[in-house]
């Protein structure tokens, strides 16, 4: 346990460890905040990079990514 601040009544105030459950929480919702974030970051770069490029179109085919 980690020593925390003292109470009103004078006492120390003792802290436990998160729970089982509450690391789990705190994972799974890093985890998705990290997925919306590389998603956003994604979408920005794609519409970035396609406002200058709008005016030439790209034709199809497998090699249409590399510059001419």
Sequence with gaps: ????????HGGVVLFTAPSQRQRQARRRSAAVA???GIAFAGGLIGQLSTAQDASRPVPPGPF?????
């Design 1 to 8: 346990m980690i020593r925390g601040f003292e109470a009103p």
């Design 64 to 68: 249409s990514y590399f510059p001419n």
């Design 34 to 36: 990290v997925i919306l």
